[in-house]
């Protein structure tokens, strides 16, 4: 069901379900980001303060609306917490947002929220130890061979619109074509670029990631995605002021304004021939 189809009510409605599913997923992900970066396990034990080591209560774990009501500081020992768990949590409430309101109530809304709640955890996990845990990886992976079934109409469409990626038809075959194709390409590229420069130019977990994320996308909207995540990783570079950055939150960020207006640029694009 597409958001153009949804009474005005009912829109309203599915997009603050949206919002509070996006908030409270941004508060587990971040959780566990921070606990994947400083070694520990995300799996078992209480959510605790960082500084004082504390177990949080139910009121200090509501997201958005504890950070607030707390004025950023930690109920117990009274230590500044990081703005970084609200903004999180209002970054994948409104990406949540966003995806319903261009996909509507569908079989690929679901599946690009899992998407964005594994990306934004890579993404916090990259850019505290500039490293991508295989694990998100393996992830996102698995969630794409799972929620297959929830687009598979669309993917069943043959012809050029196979080619394109999200909203117009992206097959199976199209989709490993596509992360392998952009992933082995970038692969090679680092390859030789090291080999010239005589020092690493991209991890292999940016090309582990570019060939996840590339099995969402396809072939033509992965290569949009590939240069759209390089003009972003530049930008970072202008904003950060640092010679290195992280390149996952950049793939990331790219890959999601890809799912949402790649199809659209794409399209466009093709028209002109």
């Known amino acids: 069901m597409s958001a153009g189809t949804l009474e005005p009510g009912m829109l309203v409605y599915f997009s603050v379900l949206a919002a509070v599913c996006g908030a409270v997923f941004g508060s587990f992900i971040n959780c566990a980001a921070w606990r994947i970066a400083h070694g520990e396990s995300f799996l078992k034990g209480r959510s605790h303060c960082a500084e004082c080591g504390h177990e949080l209560g139910v009121r200090d774990l509501i ?4 950070y607030l009501f707390l004025k950023g500081k930690c109920r117990y020992c009274g230590k500044h917490i990081s703005p970084r768990y609200m903004l999180t949590e209002l970054m994948l409430a409104a990406a949540f947002v966003g995806l319903v309101l261009r996909f509507g109530v569908s079989g690929e809304t679901l599946r690009y929220m899992g998407l964005a709640v594994i990306l934004l955890g890579l993404s916090l996990v990259d850019l505290e130890t500039y490293r991508i845990p295989n694990g998100f990886v393996i992830a996102g992976i698995i969630w794409w061979a799972v929620t297959i079934p929830l687009v598979l109409p ?4 043959s012809g050029m619109g196979a080619w394109l990626g999200p909203n117009l038809g992206v097959t199976v075959q199209s989709s490993l074509l596509g992360a392998v194709v952009i992933a082995g390409a970038m692969l090679l590229f680092s390859l030789i670029f090291d080999k010239l420069m005589g020092r690493e130019s991209l ?5 582990k990631l570019l060939f996840m994320v590339g099995l969402y996308l396809g072939l033509m909207i992965g290569f949009f995605n590939l240069i759209l995540s390089c003009i972003v990783g530049l930008l970072f570079v202008a904003l950060m002021k640092k010679q290195r950055i992280p390149f996952g939150p950049a793939i990331s960020l790219s890959t999601y304004i890809s799912i949402m207006a790649g199809s659209y640029a794409v399209g466009w694009y093709m028209s002109l021939f």
């Open 63 to 66: 997201p958005v609306f504890s």
């Open 154 to 157: 669309r993917e069943a469409i």
């Open 203 to 207: 991890g292999g977990g940016d090309i």
